[in-house]
Protein backbone atom coordinates (compact mmCIF):
# COMPACT_ATOMS: atom_id res chain seq x y z
CA UNK A 1 0.00 0.00 0.00
CA UNK A 2 0.72 4.03 -0.24
CA UNK A 3 3.21 5.75 1.99
CA UNK A 4 1.47 6.32 5.60
CA UNK A 5 2.20 7.67 8.81
CA UNK A 6 0.49 5.57 11.15
CA UNK A 7 1.76 5.59 14.52
CA UNK A 8 -0.94 3.66 16.56
CA UNK A 9 -0.52 2.75 20.57
CA UNK A 10 -1.85 3.67 23.25
CA UNK A 11 0.35 4.17 26.96
CA UNK A 12 3.91 4.41 28.45
CA UNK A 13 4.79 2.03 31.27
CA UNK A 14 6.96 3.20 33.68
CA UNK A 15 10.92 3.77 33.70
CA UNK A 16 12.84 5.41 31.50
CA UNK A 17 14.47 3.97 28.57
CA UNK A 18 18.21 3.87 29.48
CA UNK A 19 20.95 5.38 27.43
CA UNK A 20 22.74 2.49 26.65
CA UNK A 21 19.78 1.09 24.42
CA UNK A 22 18.35 -1.63 27.27
CA UNK A 23 14.67 -2.54 27.12
CA UNK A 24 12.85 -0.30 29.72
CA UNK A 25 11.50 -2.45 32.56
CA UNK A 26 7.73 -2.68 32.44
CA UNK A 27 4.65 -4.53 34.41
CA UNK A 28 4.71 -8.29 33.82
CA UNK A 29 1.16 -8.49 33.28
CA UNK A 30 -1.91 -6.83 32.34
CA UNK A 31 -5.25 -8.02 33.72
CA UNK A 32 -8.03 -9.84 30.96
CA UNK A 33 -11.38 -11.73 32.00
CA UNK A 34 -8.73 -14.95 31.06
CA UNK A 35 -6.61 -13.61 33.97
CA UNK A 36 -3.35 -12.15 33.62
CA UNK A 37 -1.76 -11.73 30.39
CA UNK A 38 2.09 -10.85 30.00
CA UNK A 39 2.43 -7.26 28.46
CA UNK A 40 5.39 -7.26 25.96
CA UNK A 41 8.00 -5.31 26.66
CA UNK A 42 9.20 -2.45 24.47
CA UNK A 43 11.62 -3.88 22.46
CA UNK A 44 9.34 -6.96 21.98
CA UNK A 45 6.41 -4.68 21.15
CA UNK A 46 8.47 -2.89 18.07
CA UNK A 47 10.07 -6.36 16.98
CA UNK A 48 6.26 -8.08 16.91
CA UNK A 49 5.23 -4.88 14.69
CA UNK A 50 8.48 -4.80 12.83
CA UNK A 51 7.34 -9.13 12.05
CA UNK A 52 3.85 -8.38 11.41
CA UNK A 53 4.80 -5.67 8.69
CA UNK A 54 7.83 -7.53 6.88
CA UNK A 55 5.16 -10.51 6.24
CA UNK A 56 2.71 -8.16 4.67
CA UNK A 57 5.49 -6.23 2.99
CA UNK A 58 6.93 -9.46 1.73
CA UNK A 59 3.80 -10.20 0.58
CA UNK A 60 3.30 -7.05 -1.45
CA UNK A 61 6.71 -7.03 -3.01
CA UNK A 62 5.80 -10.61 -4.43
CA UNK A 63 2.63 -8.63 -5.04
CA UNK A 64 4.68 -5.96 -6.99
CA UNK A 65 6.84 -8.83 -8.87
CA UNK A 66 3.66 -10.63 -10.46
CA UNK A 67 1.90 -7.22 -11.56
CA UNK A 68 5.56 -5.54 -12.80
CA UNK A 69 5.68 -9.28 -14.89
CA UNK A 70 2.55 -8.77 -16.24
CA UNK A 71 1.48 -5.30 -17.21
CA UNK A 72 5.26 -3.49 -16.72
CA UNK A 73 5.63 0.19 -16.90
CA UNK A 74 2.72 0.94 -19.10
CA UNK A 75 -0.52 2.73 -19.44
CA UNK A 76 -1.81 -0.54 -17.80
CA UNK A 77 -0.30 -0.03 -14.32
CA UNK A 78 -0.28 3.39 -14.24
CA UNK A 79 -4.10 3.37 -14.40
CA UNK A 80 -4.12 0.53 -11.82
CA UNK A 81 -1.50 2.27 -9.70
CA UNK A 82 -3.57 5.71 -9.93
CA UNK A 83 -6.97 3.51 -9.48
CA UNK A 84 -5.58 2.16 -6.16
CA UNK A 85 -4.05 5.67 -4.67
CA UNK A 86 -6.96 7.50 -4.65
CA UNK A 87 -9.18 5.45 -2.00
CA UNK A 88 -6.35 5.06 0.14
CA UNK A 89 -6.03 8.98 0.02
CA UNK A 90 -9.42 8.34 2.22
CA UNK A 91 -8.17 5.21 4.29
CA UNK A 92 -5.25 7.04 5.26
CA UNK A 93 -7.21 9.99 6.54
CA UNK A 94 -9.30 7.92 8.16
CA UNK A 95 -7.42 5.09 9.76
CA UNK A 96 -4.34 4.50 11.47
CA UNK A 97 -2.60 7.53 11.63
CA UNK A 98 -5.84 9.43 12.93
CA UNK A 99 -6.86 7.04 14.88
CA UNK A 100 -3.40 7.12 16.69
CA UNK A 101 -3.64 10.93 17.93
CA UNK A 102 -7.38 10.74 18.86
CA UNK A 103 -8.85 6.99 19.53
CA UNK A 104 -6.12 4.94 20.98
CA UNK A 105 -4.95 7.15 23.57
CA UNK A 106 -8.86 7.67 24.90
CA UNK A 107 -9.30 4.21 24.86
CA UNK A 108 -6.35 3.20 26.05
CA UNK A 109 -7.02 5.50 29.38
CA UNK A 110 -10.49 3.82 29.90
CA UNK A 111 -8.55 0.60 29.77
CA UNK A 112 -6.01 1.51 32.40
CA UNK A 113 -8.75 2.69 34.65
CA UNK A 114 -10.82 0.06 34.44
CA UNK A 115 -12.98 1.53 32.84
CA UNK A 116 -13.94 -1.73 30.26
CA UNK A 117 -18.15 -0.89 30.07
CA UNK A 118 -17.23 2.52 29.20
CA UNK A 119 -14.09 1.79 26.77
CA UNK A 120 -16.26 -0.97 24.80
CA UNK A 121 -18.78 1.95 24.43
CA UNK A 122 -16.70 4.09 23.44
CA UNK A 123 -14.90 1.78 20.73
CA UNK A 124 -18.30 0.53 19.17
CA UNK A 125 -19.49 4.74 18.51
CA UNK A 126 -16.10 5.01 17.22
CA UNK A 127 -16.83 1.94 14.81
CA UNK A 128 -20.10 3.61 13.79
CA UNK A 129 -18.89 7.03 13.47
CA UNK A 130 -16.37 5.46 11.35
CA UNK A 131 -18.43 3.24 9.18
CA UNK A 132 -21.33 6.54 8.28
CA UNK A 133 -18.20 8.92 7.39
CA UNK A 134 -16.37 5.97 5.19
CA UNK A 135 -19.23 5.01 3.60
CA UNK A 136 -20.48 7.83 2.28
CA UNK A 137 -17.07 9.29 0.74
CA UNK A 138 -16.78 6.21 -0.68
CA UNK A 139 -20.15 6.41 -2.35
CA UNK A 140 -19.30 9.83 -3.49
CA UNK A 141 -15.84 8.72 -4.87
CA UNK A 142 -17.43 5.55 -6.73
CA UNK A 143 -20.28 8.83 -8.37
CA UNK A 144 -17.31 10.96 -8.73
CA UNK A 145 -14.51 9.03 -10.35
CA UNK A 146 -14.85 10.40 -13.72
CA UNK A 147 -14.06 13.59 -12.27
CA UNK A 148 -11.25 12.68 -9.70
CA UNK A 149 -9.42 10.88 -12.71
CA UNK A 150 -9.45 13.97 -14.52
CA UNK A 151 -8.57 16.11 -11.53
CA UNK A 152 -5.80 13.48 -10.95
CA UNK A 153 -4.45 12.61 -14.55
CA UNK A 154 -5.61 15.15 -16.93
CA UNK A 155 -3.31 14.48 -19.85
CA UNK A 156 -4.81 11.03 -20.06
CA UNK A 157 -7.54 9.79 -22.54
CA UNK A 158 -8.81 7.54 -24.25
CA UNK A 159 -8.61 3.79 -23.16
CA UNK A 160 -5.89 5.25 -20.61
CA UNK A 161 -9.07 7.20 -18.62
CA UNK A 162 -11.82 4.90 -19.68
CA UNK A 163 -9.85 2.21 -17.52
CA UNK A 164 -8.86 3.90 -14.66
CA UNK A 165 -12.52 4.81 -14.08
CA UNK A 166 -13.46 1.79 -14.09
CA UNK A 167 -11.30 0.82 -11.35
CA UNK A 168 -11.85 3.52 -9.02
CA UNK A 169 -15.51 2.67 -9.11
CA UNK A 170 -14.61 -0.96 -7.94
CA UNK A 171 -11.67 0.13 -5.53
CA UNK A 172 -13.57 2.90 -3.53
CA UNK A 173 -15.40 0.93 -1.63
CA UNK A 174 -12.75 -0.81 -0.41
CA UNK A 175 -11.66 2.47 1.78
CA UNK A 176 -14.89 1.76 3.91
CA UNK A 177 -13.75 -1.86 4.80
CA UNK A 178 -9.30 -0.70 5.33
CA UNK A 179 -10.98 2.21 7.61
CA UNK A 180 -12.61 -0.26 9.66
CA UNK A 181 -9.50 -2.41 9.42
CA UNK A 182 -7.72 0.57 11.02
CA UNK A 183 -9.94 1.02 13.56
CA UNK A 184 -9.33 -2.89 14.66
CA UNK A 185 -5.96 -2.02 14.85
CA UNK A 186 -6.48 0.37 17.55
CA UNK A 187 -8.43 -1.90 19.11
CA UNK A 188 -5.73 -4.35 19.49
CA UNK A 189 -2.61 -2.05 19.95
CA UNK A 190 -4.56 -0.32 22.99
CA UNK A 191 -4.81 -4.31 24.47
CA UNK A 192 -0.74 -4.55 23.69
CA UNK A 193 -1.61 -7.02 20.75
CA UNK A 194 0.29 -5.59 17.57
CA UNK A 195 0.85 -8.50 15.13
CA UNK A 196 -2.54 -9.86 13.95
CA UNK A 197 -3.21 -5.96 12.27
CA UNK A 198 -0.13 -5.74 10.93
CA UNK A 199 0.03 -8.63 9.41
CA UNK A 200 -4.09 -8.68 8.52
CA UNK A 201 -2.43 -7.11 5.16
CA UNK A 202 -1.27 -10.25 3.88
CA UNK A 203 -4.20 -11.19 2.71
CA UNK A 204 -5.05 -7.65 0.60
CA UNK A 205 -1.96 -8.82 -1.21
CA UNK A 206 -2.40 -12.33 -1.51
CA UNK A 207 -5.82 -11.75 -2.88
CA UNK A 208 -4.21 -10.02 -5.64
CA UNK A 209 -1.67 -12.37 -6.43
CA UNK A 210 -4.31 -15.28 -6.43
CA UNK A 211 -6.24 -12.80 -8.89
CA UNK A 212 -3.16 -12.88 -11.25
CA UNK A 213 -2.53 -15.93 -11.03
CA UNK A 214 -6.05 -17.49 -11.86
CA UNK A 215 -6.90 -14.68 -14.98
CA UNK A 216 -2.84 -15.11 -16.17
CA UNK A 217 -3.83 -18.83 -17.18
CA UNK A 218 -5.85 -17.04 -19.89
CA UNK A 219 -3.14 -14.71 -21.19
CA UNK A 220 -2.83 -14.71 -25.06
CA UNK A 221 -0.21 -16.31 -26.68
CA UNK A 222 2.04 -15.26 -29.57
CA UNK A 223 0.18 -14.76 -32.99
CA UNK A 224 -2.53 -12.20 -31.31
CA UNK A 225 -2.95 -8.92 -33.09
CA UNK A 226 -2.07 -5.82 -30.53
CA UNK A 227 -5.56 -4.99 -30.01
CA UNK A 228 -6.26 -8.37 -28.89
CA UNK A 229 -3.26 -8.49 -26.44
CA UNK A 230 -4.70 -4.79 -25.50
CA UNK A 231 -8.12 -5.74 -24.57
CA UNK A 232 -6.84 -8.70 -22.47
CA UNK A 233 -4.38 -6.46 -20.69
CA UNK A 234 -7.82 -4.38 -19.95
CA UNK A 235 -9.74 -6.69 -18.51
CA UNK A 236 -6.63 -8.37 -16.51
CA UNK A 237 -6.19 -4.66 -14.95
CA UNK A 238 -9.89 -4.54 -13.97
CA UNK A 239 -10.02 -8.03 -12.47
CA UNK A 240 -7.07 -6.97 -10.19
CA UNK A 241 -9.41 -3.86 -8.76
CA UNK A 242 -11.53 -6.76 -7.78
CA UNK A 243 -9.10 -8.46 -6.36
CA UNK A 244 -8.15 -5.64 -4.64
CA UNK A 245 -11.95 -5.32 -2.77
CA UNK A 246 -12.29 -8.61 -2.37
CA UNK A 247 -8.86 -8.47 -0.13
CA UNK A 248 -9.72 -5.75 1.83
CA UNK A 249 -12.79 -7.31 2.97
CA UNK A 250 -10.67 -10.27 4.19
CA UNK A 251 -7.93 -7.75 5.52
CA UNK A 252 -10.89 -7.10 7.68
CA UNK A 253 -12.94 -9.91 8.73
CA UNK A 254 -9.66 -11.79 9.57
CA UNK A 255 -9.25 -9.22 12.64
CA UNK A 256 -12.65 -9.30 13.67
CA UNK A 257 -12.51 -12.65 15.95
CA UNK A 258 -9.30 -10.83 17.43
CA UNK A 259 -11.12 -7.81 18.38
CA UNK A 260 -14.04 -9.15 19.83
CA UNK A 261 -11.86 -11.78 21.92
CA UNK A 262 -9.91 -8.84 23.69
CA UNK A 263 -13.01 -6.13 23.88
CA UNK A 264 -16.04 -8.30 25.02
CA UNK A 265 -18.08 -5.28 26.16
CA UNK A 266 -18.37 -4.14 22.77
CA UNK A 267 -21.40 -2.07 22.25
CA UNK A 268 -21.67 -1.07 18.55
CA UNK A 269 -24.17 2.38 18.09
CA UNK A 270 -24.46 5.88 17.59
CA UNK A 271 -23.11 7.60 20.47
CA UNK A 272 -21.80 11.03 19.43
CA UNK A 273 -22.30 12.37 22.35
CA UNK A 274 -20.90 10.20 24.92
CA UNK A 275 -17.92 12.67 26.45
CA UNK A 276 -15.05 10.43 25.52
CA UNK A 277 -16.11 10.17 22.08
CA UNK A 278 -16.28 13.93 21.55
CA UNK A 279 -12.94 14.55 22.84
CA UNK A 280 -11.69 12.21 20.32
CA UNK A 281 -13.67 13.64 17.92
CA UNK A 282 -12.06 17.05 19.03
CA UNK A 283 -8.42 15.92 19.16
CA UNK A 284 -9.05 14.05 15.35
CA UNK A 285 -9.51 17.14 13.90
CA UNK A 286 -6.14 18.56 13.71
CA UNK A 287 -5.30 14.78 13.13
CA UNK A 288 -7.15 15.17 10.14
CA UNK A 289 -5.80 18.12 9.15
CA UNK A 290 -2.53 16.65 9.24
CA UNK A 291 -3.11 13.64 7.56
CA UNK A 292 -4.95 14.94 4.75
CA UNK A 293 -1.96 17.42 4.39
CA UNK A 294 0.25 14.31 3.86
CA UNK A 295 -2.06 12.66 1.50
CA UNK A 296 -2.37 15.74 -0.42
CA UNK A 297 1.64 15.52 -1.09
CA UNK A 298 1.23 11.42 -2.08
CA UNK A 299 -1.76 12.79 -4.44
CA UNK A 300 0.12 15.83 -5.69
CA UNK A 301 3.25 13.38 -6.42
CA UNK A 302 0.71 11.40 -8.65
CA UNK A 303 -0.54 14.54 -10.29
CA UNK A 304 2.50 15.82 -11.33
CA UNK A 305 4.39 12.48 -12.27
CA UNK A 306 0.84 11.69 -14.35
CA UNK A 307 2.23 15.16 -16.46
CA UNK A 308 5.05 13.68 -17.29
CA UNK A 309 6.06 10.16 -19.78
CA UNK A 310 4.26 7.83 -19.80
CA UNK A 311 4.95 5.22 -16.78
CA UNK A 312 6.22 7.48 -14.54
CA UNK A 313 2.96 6.71 -12.25
CA UNK A 314 4.23 2.98 -12.00
CA UNK A 315 8.12 3.30 -11.57
CA UNK A 316 6.87 6.43 -8.95
CA UNK A 317 4.72 3.74 -7.19
CA UNK A 318 7.36 0.65 -7.83
CA UNK A 319 10.30 2.73 -6.48
CA UNK A 320 8.19 3.76 -3.31
CA UNK A 321 7.53 0.21 -2.45
CA UNK A 322 10.58 -0.20 -1.72
CA UNK A 323 11.31 2.82 -0.03
CA UNK A 324 8.43 2.00 2.44
CA UNK A 325 9.65 -1.16 3.05
CA UNK A 326 12.30 0.16 5.87
CA UNK A 327 10.00 2.97 7.16
CA UNK A 328 7.37 0.79 7.43
CA UNK A 329 9.57 -2.18 9.27
CA UNK A 330 11.71 0.03 11.20
CA UNK A 331 10.54 3.66 11.62
CA UNK A 332 6.93 2.61 12.27
CA UNK A 333 7.32 -0.24 14.37
CA UNK A 334 9.46 1.76 16.53
CA UNK A 335 7.06 4.00 16.67
CA UNK A 336 3.99 2.45 16.97
CA UNK A 337 5.35 0.27 20.16
CA UNK A 338 6.40 3.25 21.40
CA UNK A 339 3.53 5.45 21.36
CA UNK A 340 1.63 3.56 24.17
CA UNK A 341 4.41 3.84 26.82
CA UNK A 342 4.75 7.67 25.58
CA UNK A 343 0.92 8.43 25.96
CA UNK A 344 0.83 6.40 29.58
CA UNK A 345 3.37 8.53 31.28
CA UNK A 346 4.18 11.66 29.53
CA UNK A 347 3.49 12.89 33.53
CA UNK A 348 6.49 10.76 34.51
CA UNK A 349 8.82 13.92 33.30
CA UNK A 350 11.13 15.45 30.40
CA UNK A 351 14.10 13.28 31.03
CA UNK A 352 12.03 10.16 30.49
CA UNK A 353 10.32 10.86 27.38
CA UNK A 354 14.02 12.56 25.79
CA UNK A 355 15.46 8.94 26.69
CA UNK A 356 13.10 6.96 25.39
CA UNK A 357 13.05 8.50 21.79
CA UNK A 358 16.64 8.83 21.65
CA UNK A 359 16.51 4.76 22.35
CA UNK A 360 14.23 4.80 19.74
CA UNK A 361 16.16 6.39 17.45
CA UNK A 362 19.35 4.81 17.95
CA UNK A 363 16.96 1.42 17.17
CA UNK A 364 15.56 2.80 13.92
CA UNK A 365 18.88 4.13 12.91
CA UNK A 366 20.21 0.79 13.18
CA UNK A 367 18.28 -0.25 10.39
CA UNK A 368 17.62 2.34 8.33
CA UNK A 369 21.22 3.90 7.77
CA UNK A 370 22.54 0.45 5.74
CA UNK A 371 18.29 0.44 3.95
CA UNK A 372 19.50 4.38 2.98
CA UNK A 373 23.33 2.94 1.73
CA UNK A 374 21.94 -0.42 -0.03
CA UNK A 375 19.21 1.58 -1.93
CA UNK A 376 21.98 4.39 -3.70
CA UNK A 377 24.64 1.63 -3.89
CA UNK A 378 22.99 -1.55 -4.64
CA UNK A 379 19.73 -0.19 -5.59
CA UNK A 380 19.84 -1.85 -9.10
CA UNK A 381 20.41 -5.10 -7.53
CA UNK A 382 17.49 -4.73 -5.39
CA UNK A 383 15.22 -3.65 -7.73
CA UNK A 384 16.32 -6.50 -10.19
CA UNK A 385 16.28 -8.97 -7.70
CA UNK A 386 12.17 -8.23 -6.51
CA UNK A 387 10.81 -6.48 -10.34
CA UNK A 388 12.91 -7.55 -12.99
CA UNK A 389 10.76 -10.28 -14.91
CA UNK A 390 8.54 -10.97 -17.68
CA UNK A 391 8.33 -7.90 -19.15
CA UNK A 392 9.98 -5.83 -17.03
CA UNK A 393 13.52 -5.62 -18.49
CA UNK A 394 16.91 -4.34 -17.33
CA UNK A 395 15.59 -0.79 -18.66
CA UNK A 396 12.78 -0.85 -15.82
CA UNK A 397 15.03 -1.32 -13.63
CA UNK A 398 17.44 1.18 -14.04
CA UNK A 399 14.93 3.75 -14.34
CA UNK A 400 13.00 2.77 -10.84
CA UNK A 401 16.71 2.27 -9.37
CA UNK A 402 17.29 5.76 -10.18
CA UNK A 403 14.29 7.28 -8.92
CA UNK A 404 14.36 4.80 -5.69
CA UNK A 405 18.20 6.69 -4.99
CA UNK A 406 16.38 9.71 -5.26
CA UNK A 407 13.80 9.31 -2.80
CA UNK A 408 16.39 6.87 -0.32
CA UNK A 409 18.39 10.79 0.41
CA UNK A 410 15.50 11.52 2.79
CA UNK A 411 15.09 8.46 4.18
CA UNK A 412 16.86 9.19 7.38
CA UNK A 413 14.72 12.15 7.95
CA UNK A 414 11.32 10.34 6.80
CA UNK A 415 11.84 7.04 9.66
CA UNK A 416 13.00 9.79 12.54
CA UNK A 417 10.15 11.73 11.96
CA UNK A 418 8.13 8.84 12.64
CA UNK A 419 8.68 8.88 16.29
CA UNK A 420 9.29 12.77 16.25
CA UNK A 421 5.44 12.79 15.61
CA UNK A 422 4.41 9.97 17.91
CA UNK A 423 6.05 11.62 20.68
CA UNK A 424 4.06 15.24 19.89
CA UNK A 425 0.86 12.89 19.53
CA UNK A 426 1.87 11.46 23.55
CA UNK A 427 2.21 15.19 24.39
CA UNK A 428 -0.92 15.43 23.40
CA UNK A 429 0.04 17.95 20.66
CA UNK A 430 -1.28 17.01 17.17
CA UNK A 431 -1.24 20.65 15.65
CA UNK A 432 2.78 21.02 15.44
CA UNK A 433 2.89 18.02 12.70
CA UNK A 434 0.18 18.82 10.91
CA UNK A 435 1.77 22.58 10.95
CA UNK A 436 4.84 21.22 10.19
CA UNK A 437 3.81 18.41 7.23
CA UNK A 438 2.08 21.58 5.41
CA UNK A 439 5.20 23.20 5.09
CA UNK A 440 6.78 20.12 3.85
CA UNK A 441 3.98 19.34 1.13
CA UNK A 442 4.40 22.82 -0.17
CA UNK A 443 8.49 22.39 -0.14
CA UNK A 444 8.09 18.90 -2.10
CA UNK A 445 5.87 20.03 -4.36
CA UNK A 446 7.65 23.13 -5.25
CA UNK A 447 10.76 21.27 -5.51
CA UNK A 448 9.45 18.61 -7.55
CA UNK A 449 7.71 20.74 -9.88
CA UNK A 450 10.48 22.47 -10.50
CA UNK A 451 12.86 19.31 -10.74
CA UNK A 452 11.00 16.93 -12.87
CA UNK A 453 10.89 18.37 -16.08
CA UNK A 454 14.76 18.82 -16.14
CA UNK A 455 14.89 14.97 -15.20
CA UNK A 456 12.10 13.95 -17.84
CA UNK A 457 14.41 14.96 -20.73
CA UNK A 458 16.60 12.08 -19.95
CA UNK A 459 16.10 8.79 -20.74
CA UNK A 460 16.72 5.14 -19.89
CA UNK A 461 15.61 4.15 -23.50
CA UNK A 462 13.47 5.42 -26.10
CA UNK A 463 10.51 5.11 -23.55
CA UNK A 464 11.52 5.60 -19.76
CA UNK A 465 12.30 8.75 -18.64
CA UNK A 466 13.40 9.85 -15.14
CA UNK A 467 10.83 12.69 -14.64
CA UNK A 468 9.72 10.90 -11.18
CA UNK A 469 13.42 10.88 -10.10
CA UNK A 470 13.27 14.84 -9.68
CA UNK A 471 9.67 14.00 -7.51
CA UNK A 472 11.94 11.84 -5.26
CA UNK A 473 14.92 15.00 -4.71
CA UNK A 474 12.13 16.86 -3.99
CA UNK A 475 10.83 15.06 -1.70
CA UNK A 476 14.06 14.55 0.32
CA UNK A 477 14.90 17.92 0.27
CA UNK A 478 11.48 17.99 2.33
CA UNK A 479 11.87 15.40 4.07
CA UNK A 480 14.95 17.00 5.81
CA UNK A 481 13.09 20.49 6.79
CA UNK A 482 10.35 18.12 8.61
CA UNK A 483 12.72 16.28 9.99
CA UNK A 484 15.19 19.40 11.71
CA UNK A 485 11.89 21.39 12.41
CA UNK A 486 10.37 18.30 14.92
CA UNK A 487 13.19 17.76 16.20
CA UNK A 488 14.46 21.17 17.27
CA UNK A 489 10.06 22.04 18.13
CA UNK A 490 10.98 18.86 20.23
CA UNK A 491 14.15 19.78 21.51
CA UNK A 492 12.03 22.63 23.11
CA UNK A 493 9.30 20.47 24.72
CA UNK A 494 11.97 17.57 26.25
CA UNK A 495 15.16 18.43 25.79
CA UNK A 496 17.74 17.62 23.25
CA UNK A 497 16.67 14.65 20.93
CA UNK A 498 19.16 12.93 18.73
CA UNK A 499 20.76 9.53 18.40
CA UNK A 500 24.28 10.87 19.03
CA UNK A 501 26.84 11.77 16.54
CA UNK A 502 29.49 8.52 17.76
CA UNK A 503 26.79 5.92 17.17
CA UNK A 504 25.69 7.56 14.12
CA UNK A 505 29.15 7.61 12.47
CA UNK A 506 29.87 3.67 13.44
CA UNK A 507 26.53 2.96 11.69
CA UNK A 508 27.27 4.95 8.41
CA UNK A 509 30.96 3.39 8.09
CA UNK A 510 30.26 -0.35 8.44
CA UNK A 511 27.13 0.38 5.92
CA UNK A 512 29.50 1.69 3.58
CA UNK A 513 32.10 -0.72 4.09
CA UNK A 514 29.38 -3.54 3.72
CA UNK A 515 27.41 -2.54 0.62
CA UNK A 516 31.00 -1.53 -0.95
CA UNK A 517 31.69 -5.29 -0.82
CA UNK A 518 28.39 -6.36 -2.37
CA UNK A 519 28.87 -4.02 -5.23
CA UNK A 520 32.14 -5.65 -6.09
CA UNK A 521 30.44 -9.21 -5.37
CA UNK A 522 27.76 -8.12 -8.03
CA UNK A 523 30.26 -6.81 -10.59
CA UNK A 524 32.98 -9.36 -10.45
CA UNK A 525 30.47 -12.41 -9.80
CA UNK A 526 29.25 -14.20 -13.06
CA UNK A 527 25.89 -14.44 -12.12
CA UNK A 528 22.97 -13.73 -14.87
CA UNK A 529 19.81 -13.89 -13.26
CA UNK A 530 19.05 -10.84 -11.32
CA UNK A 531 16.80 -12.88 -8.50
CA UNK A 532 20.11 -15.08 -7.72
CA UNK A 533 22.28 -11.91 -8.11
CA UNK A 534 20.49 -10.57 -4.91
CA UNK A 535 20.50 -13.55 -3.37
CA UNK A 536 24.24 -13.60 -3.43
CA UNK A 537 24.67 -10.44 -2.66
CA UNK A 538 22.46 -9.11 0.11
CA UNK A 539 23.11 -11.70 2.30
CA UNK A 540 26.83 -11.26 2.85
CA UNK A 541 25.76 -7.01 3.02
CA UNK A 542 23.76 -7.47 5.92
CA UNK A 543 25.52 -9.65 7.90
CA UNK A 544 28.90 -7.64 7.65
CA UNK A 545 27.18 -4.64 8.04
CA UNK A 546 26.24 -6.97 11.73
CA UNK A 547 29.78 -7.82 12.03
CA UNK A 548 31.55 -4.36 11.37
CA UNK A 549 28.61 -2.45 13.89
CA UNK A 550 29.08 -5.48 16.47
CA UNK A 551 33.24 -4.69 16.60
CA UNK A 552 32.32 -1.14 16.56
CA UNK A 553 30.53 -1.43 19.94
CA UNK A 554 26.89 -0.65 18.61
CA UNK A 555 24.67 -1.79 21.18
CA UNK A 556 22.09 -2.85 19.11
CA UNK A 557 23.94 -5.05 17.23
CA UNK A 558 24.93 -7.18 20.27
CA UNK A 559 21.40 -6.93 21.67
CA UNK A 560 19.86 -8.36 17.72
CA UNK A 561 22.55 -10.90 18.36
CA UNK A 562 21.35 -12.15 21.43
CA UNK A 563 17.97 -11.77 20.75
CA UNK A 564 18.29 -14.09 17.63
CA UNK A 565 20.31 -16.90 19.66
CA UNK A 566 18.04 -16.84 22.34
CA UNK A 567 15.71 -18.27 19.71
Excluded at 152 to 174: D, H, N, Y
Excluded at 489 to 517: E, S, W, Y
Aim: charged share 15%.
Amino acid sequence: MSERREQEGSAMRPGPAEASDQESPGPSSVETPDGPRAEPRGGSAAYLVAAGIFLSRIAGLVRQRFIAGALGVSLYSDAFNLALRMPNFLQNLLGEGTLSASFIPVYSRLLKEGRKEEAGRVAGAVFALLLVLAGILGLVGFFAAPLLVTIGAPKWVGEQRALTIACVRIIFPMTAVLVLSAWALGVQNSHRKFFVSYVAPVLWNAAIIATLILFGRSRPEGGLTAPAVAEWLSRLTVALAWGALIGGVLQFLIQVPFVLRLERSLRVGWAPKLPEVREIVHTAGPAIAGRGVVQASALLDIWLAGLISTGSVTAMQNALLLYMLPISLFGMSVAASELPDLARERLSGAEQMRERVNSGLRQIYFFVVPSFIAFVVLGDVIVGGILQNGVFGPAETLQTYVILAAFSLGLVASTGTRLFSSTFFALGDTRTPAKVAFWRVIIAGVLGAALMFPFDRIHVNSELALGAAGLGLGSSIAAWYEWWTLRRTLGGKVGHVGAGAGILTRMFAAAIVAAAAGRAIAQFAPIDSPLMRAVVVLPPVGLLYLLLTGLAGVPQSRRLVNRVLRR
